[in-house]
């Protein structure tokens, strides 16, 4: 079993940062990646940023150049650092882990998400 557990949302002003973090804990062979999606109200959740094993990264478009994705491999933590925020921005920031268990299957586990307002 693998326990995801987020932190760093809050009510931000349109041009403020946040940064949210990730930590994972649990067992598996590996990770395959980490990142971050959303659900703004009504909608379906959305990949906002995601970073491979490797380090590569993939943003969505609406985020790129101002959001930035990390890692931290020893602590097992990924953060996400947002810059001038909007108020299309809000929404609930969930978690997500892809990992390769021992018994060599892969499995994707969810936070239970944090919630960033960007509003005056």
């Known amino acids: 079993q693998v326990q995801l557990v987020e932190s760093g949302g809050d009510l931000v002003q349109p041009g403020g940062s946040l940064r949210l973090s990730c930590l994972a804990s649990g067992r598996w062979n590996r990770i395959r990646s980490m990142g971050w999606y959303r659900q703004r109200p009504g909608t379906q959740r959305d990949m906002v940023a995601v970073?491979?094993?490797?380090?590569?990264?993939a943003y969505s478009d609406s985020v790129k150049g101002r959001f930035t994705i990390s890692r931290d491999y020893a602590a097992n933590t990924v953060y996400l650092q947002m810059n001038n925020l909007k108020p299309e921005d809000t929404a609930v920031y969930y978690c997500?882990?892809?990992?390769?268990?021992?018994?060599?299957?892969?499995?994707?586990?969810w936070g239970n998400g944090t919630l960033v307002t960007v509003s005056s």
């Open positions: 970073m491979a094993s490797g380090g590569g990264t």
């Open positions: 997500h882990i892809s990992i390769r268990t021992h018994q060599r299957s892969d499995m994707d586990y």
